[in-house]
């Protein structure tokens, strides 16, 4: 019996998570951000629920400060069959010094998923902890698997910015580099002369988790000057000799979602994310604690919130309870949080306002974030600024590129009204060139919510292709043509749900489409990519019972030839992007050619004429059967 619980405990799936960021760069605004607002939610219940959706057992939530707000946060939530326990440290600094009290606590009893508390995302973790596992057979050194999403050519900030050496066959990382040193990447090349081939990437989102041995904690116990994550890798690359352990890397499939929330660039486009429903099912309207409707042009709404007649809700807007917005107010890309009042001729734009706040008439916002109980005065001007708890502005002139405080705390605090005063961090005071030429280190910059595109990280792929290597499943489009693609993923994803009939769904799409003055190829593309996008389940069986729901849809859109490539077209570049996809993409077609939607003469000049001759080549040779087949077909009929 002993034996038999001693390999039950072996098989529980441990996740640790690192409450604490050790860094300012979310002040003035909080110093804890783990329990921050993203899109109305803490961001730690984000994190938590990514867990328990991929079946993890225990989660161990590691913190220093604010200890009582975060058990109670915990204890106040359900988290299914994952139980959640919180340890407690007041000496800790960095993560190194939490993993070497949890070395000396002895809480991990196997292979551990370790990560912060600003982790946003729908991935499965099973399967990264398998491969681990499997490395493990192998290479009895293996101490870390790092995972990473594929992002091409996204454009990211400087914390998102790394460059990696992988070793083709085994995954193995070579080399690791957090950013560029005078435009150059430093490589040990004794370290790749052993390696068959290694890819040099910056293609690669770093999740901000990763998959551990039972000697990490050790690791970190043994080698004190490993402070940081990006120490741990390091150091273990360029002293495997002496360490006998080795990295390893995991690239998410693309169906999956994941990022951390480490500055407020990527604060703000994950929170567009997340209105845009990539990390589903953790999106407002499937919470259940608090009730949102999605409306046209993906404006999220809680049930008791206060709308004037004409006041405008553009697109990509949550409003959370009991927040009122007057008449003549403009809202876009924006979160307003709870128990807030937003003056009438207001314009707000690509900002955060959490709760309790007061916007008086008049006012602009642009890349802006509003702490818990500030107070706007009328007429008041904000571009790119981040606004601290409790600060009171009153009338005056525009204010751009800055942090705002309620009080001041130092001689270089300039007042910009009575309870408003500009902010700079320390880091930023004492940082001196010395500390740049650290490894890792990322010079402290102030950019506020605009994430600027940096030259040297934006990367051409082989291909010169959009379509295989964005984080996001498609391309970019043209303004007007994504507004109608969001209005038709609304009205598909209410009509599926409700089960509507389709002829509902052809009046709003058409309404849509003349409303934006689409053209109809883009009317047709974008509605069969919406179909296939709908949800992110691939499999044929869900495929099939989409497909079966939406033909009337196929029916009245694909009528010609002309709509048929346009059909076609779509399924290609959902495929190339979507590999369960494209394993099935034969069968989709024949099913829609079977179904009188496609007809033989549109699928020979989509396979034979492809839109870049240098694209869609292995999605081609997965439809060849069936275009043999056709051929051979039409020969039989001839003869």
Not at 368 to 389: A, F, R, W
Request: with cysteine.
């Amino acid at each position: 019996m002993q034996r038999k619980e001693t390999v039950r405990k072996e098989d529980v799936v441990q996740a640790v998570i690192i409450a604490d960021t050790y860094h300012n760069t979310f002040r003035p605004v909080t110093d804890f951000p783990t329990l921050m607002p993203l899109v109305n939610k803490p961001l730690l219940e984000y994190t938590l629920r990514c867990l328990s959706s991929a079946k993890v057992d225990e989660a161990i939530v590691f913190c220093t400060s604010d200890t009582e707000e975060v058990k109670s946060f915990i204890s106040n939530q359900e988290w299914g069959r994952m139980s959640v326990s919180v340890v407690t440290s007041d000496r800790c600094g960095s993560l190194g010094d939490a993993m070497r009290d949890l070395d000396a606590k002895a809480l991990i009893r196997g292979d551990f998923i370790l990560l912060s508390g600003n982790l946003v995302g729908n991935l499965e973790l099973l399967p990264a902890l398998e491969r681990h596992k499997k490395i493990q057979k192998s290479d009895k050194g293996a101490a870390m698997t790092l995972i990473y999403k594929k992002c091409g050519k996204k454009t990211r900030s400087s914390e998102d910015e790394l460059f990696l050496g992988i070793d083709n066959k085994t995954d193995r990382v070579i080399a690791f580099q957090r950013r560029l040193n005078g435009g150059m990447m430093e490589v040990n090349m004794e370290a790749i002369l052993g390696h068959g081939q290694v890819d040099i990437r910056n293609d690669l989102l770093d999740c901000k988790i990763c998959v551990c041995s039972v000697t990490v904690p050790p690791l970190f116990s043994d080698n004190f000057d490993f402070q940081t994550l990006d120490d741990f890798v390091h150091g273990l690359i360029i002293n495997e000799d002496i360490l006998a352990s080795t990295v390893y890397s995991y690239i998410l499939p693309n169906n999956q979602y994941a990022a951390g929330v480490t500055s407020w660039q990527n604060y703000h486009y994950i929170s567009m994310d997340i209105i845009h429903r990539w990390t589903y099912p953790f999106v407002p309207d499937r919470w259940e604690d608090e009730v949102y409707t999605i409306n046209r042009n993906s404006v999220y709404l809680q049930n008791d919130v206060a709308l004037a007649k004409d006041c405008r809700l553009r697109s990509d807007v949550v409003v959370g309870s009991k927040s009122s917005i007057q008449e003549m107010t403009s809202v876009a890309s924006s979160v307003i949080g709870k128990n807030c009042h937003i003056g009438p001729n207001c314009v707000i734009t690509n900002s955060h306002i959490f709760d309790n706040v007061n916007i008086a008439s008049g006012s602009s916002l642009d890349f802006c974030v509003i702490g818990n109980g500030s107070n706007i005065g009328d007429g008041v001007s904000l571009k790119n600024c981040i606004v601290g708890q409790g600060v009171t502005l009153e009338k005056g002139s525009p204010i751009e590129q800055q942090r705002i405080q309620r009080s001041k705390t130092s001689e270089f605090n300039e007042a910009v009204g009575v309870k408003a005063f500009t902010y700079k961090s320390d880091s930023e005071d004492d940082s001196s060139d010395e500390d740049s030429e650290d490894e890792g280190y990322v010079a402290p910059t102030w950019r506020g919510l605009v994430l600027e595109p940096s030259p040297a990280i934006v990367v051409a792929d082989d291909s010169d292709s959009d379509s295989g290597d964005s984080m996001r499943p498609e391309s970019p489009i043209q303004d007007d043509a994504n507004l109608f693609y969001s209005e038709v993923v609304d009205s598909m994803l209410r009509g599926y749900e409700d089960k509507l009939p389709c002829t509902n769904l052809i009046l709003e799409i058409n309404s849509s489409r003349y409303a934006y003055n689409v053209p109809l190829n883009e009317v047709n593309y974008n509605v069969v990519r919406a179909i296939l996008t709908l949800q992110h389940d691939f499999s044929w069986d869900s495929l099939t019972n989409r497909l079966k729901y939406f033909m009337p849809l196929f029916v009245n859109y694909v009528r010609n030839g002309s709509a048929m490539i346009d059909c076609l077209n779509a399924i290609e570049d959902v495929a190339e992007i979507n590999p369960p996809l494209k394993s099935v993409t034969m069968k989709l077609i024949h099913l829609l050619y079977d179904k009188d939607v496609l007809e033989e003469d549109a699928i020979m000049k989509w396979f034979s004429h492809p839109r870049n001759p240098s694209d869609g080549q292995s999605l081609r040779k997965i439809v060849k059967p069936f275009i043999d087949w056709l051929e051979n077909a039409e020969s039989s009929e001839e003869d």
